[in-house]
């Protein structure tokens, strides 16, 4: 298997503009995690689903934040409007099922000028 | 509120010089502790998952154990592609969270 695959790696975008990360988790896993690392914060969990159902989303900061999985190997985070304070490596990672170890993708690099 | 503390924030070891990592947590109800190793400009590699006290896992240079207030992970003899950051975590009863330290820099001389 490939892993969990995110794009873009890199994303440089005007404040104000919308972004959209996106993510395929690995086949058969049933849980997707979305998590924001920054070096004030390290990493911080914002939503994650489990077959496909966001469960718990109370780590994502403001409104402008928004996340789906319309199937089971795919989802976005957006952000819409962006700010320089979004700026981060956004991580996603997914699961077999609850309580296992999670495999991380490599991360967008997102900044916000 | 669940909270997991790393220390040292940094080591610097010298090749074949072997040292402990600790991973102190106040959670409650553990329901498993994991490390993951970051390299720059990459996601988390996972390592290990300890659930219970006592358990302990191996795999090369490394070893994980755990207690029941900490956890440490020991690297025997490390080389200079040890060198990474390496990340704990742990998952509580409520849901399937993850809660991060901030981790530890570990870089190994040659």
């Known amino acids: 298997d490939a892993g969990v695959i995110q794009s873009p790696r890199h994303e440089v975008t005007e404040m104000g503009q919308e972004v959209t990360l996106r993510c395929k988790p690995i086949?058969?896993?049933?849980?997707l995690f979305w998590y924001r690392q920054t070096m004030m914060r390290g990493l911080e969990l914002l939503i994650y689903?489990?077959?496909?159902?966001?469960?718990?989303d109370s780590g994502m900061p403001e409104d402008r934040f928004s996340a789906k999985m319309p199937n089971a190997s795919f989802s976005t985070l957006k952000i819409q409007p962006s700010e320089p304070r979004d700026s981060a490596v956004y991580f996603c990672?997914?699961?077999?099922?609850?309580?296992?170890?999670?495999?991380f993708g490599q991360g967008t690099r997102l900044t916000v000028v | 509120e669940d909270q997991v503390t790393q220390s040292p924030e940094a080591l610097r070891l010298q090749e074949g010089e072997s040292s402990s990592l600790n991973c102190s947590y106040t959670v409650s109800g553990l329901r498993g502790l994991f490390w993951y190793r970051q390299d720059p400009g990459k996601g988390p590699e996972f390592l290990f998952t300890l659930y219970s006290a006592g358990e302990e896992k191996e795999k090369e240079r490394l070893k994980a154990t755990l207690t029941k207030k900490e956890s440490f992970l020991h690297i025997t003899a490390p080389k200079p592609e040890d060198s990474a950051t390496y990340l704990c975590?742990?998952?509580?009863?409520?849901?399937?969270?993850?809660?991060f330290g901030a981790g530890t820099i570990l870089r190994v001389k040659s």
């Open positions: 086949s058969g896993h049933n849980s």
């Open positions: 975590a742990v998952r509580t009863e409520y849901g399937n969270k993850l809660v």
């Open positions: 689903f489990n077959n496909n159902v966001p469960i718990d």
């Open positions: 990672a997914s699961s077999i099922k609850t309580g296992t170890e999670a495999f």
